[in-house]
């Protein structure tokens, strides 16, 4: 038992160790407004270019990309085509010359807050077929466009991470650009926390508006955080998770144990014209083209300035009738969280009637309380909670996708949290369940709380593990009464680091993850 412990929180500690990527992102009117100036005008100008349906000028004269096959002519002034556009937009581009016949080119907008600590949106330039014309419009011009795009819309705004364009050569021939961009980056130490790569994302052969999102197991915060920014900003487009699939430039980043995740057409309807001469501007599907890249800016902006919290919250499931109902939220964001005037809280209506609110009654740092009047019975209550940072720069509801700042949440998500008011209930508020919370604060030092609820008298068992699996303290161990518990740990003769508390409770049992920073 104790071997298979260990083993649970070595896994939990490397999933941990591995970046703080919240799941839940807010929702930014400045984000929107950004993303709106990419227009279908100028990614078709983009993309008709540097696919050759049309010349563009390099180095200062007229030139048409026949091809950007990797030994092509027309290579090496694919990468020039890509170095001078991020010129343009006021960056300082490098090349990255890692063979004879192999160049990946870069542009790095420097954090504000955090320049050691990178987020990537990526593609490859290169092409298919080998003969003397591949236009390779879809495959993978429209992802090379989007991440100049992505450049020129965001050269000129401050970000509190450093934020990274990087166009991959040679990815036809074995992700050969991104494996030496990847090898390089680890061996330089570099804290990549996150990479967004985008192949293929302008094929829409049957108009559904699918993508897929490919994710690793590692990965899987950063794409269900992705998945929610597409559905924020771009709700028309339907996402599907796609585990280990290790076709494309992020594979290289997984090799290398960073956090990745790939935009791309749906594998069910690939591209027909895939790798062949007729991979031509005609066949984009503008509108999903535009869609996409639209998203894949959105979710490099709301990475870059942190605009994520998460909201932790049981969901009442029944009251008793004229009976108020009580309950709690934990809000935690890398940004302060609003008090007060445009302070969290709960949106609810009865019966499919008018929306109603109230704000939270008191907080303990990132716990809020609200009650929600009593209602007659028979009644159908849906509700939602929202909150917004202290700047209002952007908005969070659970369950997510309301918008609205100041108040915060005031459009509402299209769906909500449901519960009955009915008769015959002991208490009053709804049946207790069993859950383990988050400890507060956290990080702490050397005092923190940790909460729990116990669905029926039970003997409870709560221990402190150290990262090793190690039992270090034992917070209490007796029978006690179903409801909220609060127990106070003090860790003062314990060293900086992480820890992990284990409840059993009867069958349930649940592990969380806590920091000590002394």
Known sequence: MKRKLRYLLAALLLLASSGNLFSQSGYSPRIDSVISLCTSPQLSKLIREFSGDTATVIGGAPYTLLSRYSSSAHNPKAAQFIYERFQSFGLQPKYMNYSASGSNVYAIKPGTKYPNKQFIICAHYDDMPSGPL?????????????????????????????????????EEQGLIGSKNFADTSYFRGDSILGVINLDMISWDGNNDYQINIRSNTLSMP??????????????????????????????????????????????????????????????????????????????????????????????????????????????????????????????????????????????????????????????VVKYYIAAQDSLGNFVTTKPSGGRGLNPPGSAP???????????????????????????????????????????????????????????????????????????????????SG??????????????RKMILIK
């Not at 006690?480 to 518990?485: S, V």
Request: charged share 15%.
């Open 134 to 170: 591949a236009p390779g419009a879809d495959d993978n011009a429209s992802g090379s466009c989007a991440v100049m795009e992505a450049a020129r819309l965001l050269a000129n705004y401050s970000f509190d991470y450093t934020l990274i364009f990087v166009l991959f050569d040679e």
């Open 222 to 379: 950063m794409a269900y955080a992705v998945k929610n920014i597409y559905y924020l900003y771009q709700p028309a487009l339907i996402p599907f998770f796609v585990m280990n699939v290790t076709s494309s430039d992020h594979a290289s980043f997984w090799a290398r144990g960073y956090k990745a995740v790939c935009a791309i057409q749906q594998r069910s309807e690939y591209n027909q014209y895939y790798h062949t001469v007729n991979d031509k501007f005609q066949i984009i599907s503008m509108p999903y083209y535009l869609a996409q890249t639209r998203s894949a800016i959105a979710a490099l902006m709301t990475y870059g300035l942190d605009y994520f919290a998460e909201i932790i919250h049981t969901p009442i499931t029944v009251s008793q009738p004229m009976t108020p109902v009580n309950t709690t939220a934990v809000i935690r964001s890398p940004r302060k969280i609003a008090k007060d005037t445009y302070g969290p809280r709960i949106y609810y209506k009865v019966n499919n009637g008018p929306l109603f609110h109230t704000t939270y009654l008191n907080s303990n740092l990132d716990t809020f309380k609200f009650v929600i009047p009593g209602q007659s019975a028979g009644s």
């Open 413 to 495: 998500p299209d769906s909500m949290l449901t519960y009955n008011v009915v008769t015959g209930i002991a208490g009053n508020m709804e049946p207790y369940v069993y859950s383990l919370e988050q400890n507060y604060p956290n990080p702490f030092n050397p005092i923190t709380s940790i909460v729990y609820q116990l669905a029926e008298d039970v003997n409870v068992c709560l221990k402190v593990y150290d990262v090793t699996g190690k039992e270090i303290a034992t917070l209490i161990n007796r029978k006690q009464n179903a409801g909220n518990h609060t127990i106070e740990w003090n860790a003062s003769q314990f060293s």
């Open 498 to 511: 992480v820890y992990f508390y284990r409840l059993t409770a009867g069958n349930f049992t649940e592990i």
